[in-house]
């Protein structure tokens, strides 16, 4: 990757982090009834979260391994 897709990825990573603490500061404030749409929101961004760090990149070893093959060919 380079730096400009890695600042974006950080950018929204972070960004989810700051929704998810802003849903919870938010439901933790309001009663039940009135917290369904900060829940779903927290939500959703929790499962963000956890996509994106469970992403499997390939590695530079992997990557030269692949090239090298095409060069071969």
């Known amino acids: 990757m380079d ?7 950080t950018i929204r990573r972070c960004t989810a982090v700051l ?3 802003l ?3 938010g439901v933790s404030l309001q009663s039940a009834s009135e917290a369904s ?3 779903i929101l ?4 929790v499962v963000y979260l956890a ?3 469970i992403r499997v990149n ?6 030269s391994r692949s090239s ?3 060069d071969e060919r």
């Open 19 to 21: 929704v998810v603490t």
């Open 3 to 9: 730096d400009t897709a890695l600042l974006r990825q």
């Open 51 to 53: 996509a994106e760090f």
């Open 68 to 70: 090298s093959t095409d």
């Open 37 to 39: 749409y900060l829940l």
């Open 23 to 25: 849903a919870t500061v």
């Open 58 to 63: 390939p590695t530079a070893e992997n990557a």
């Open 42 to 45: 927290a939500t959703g961004a």
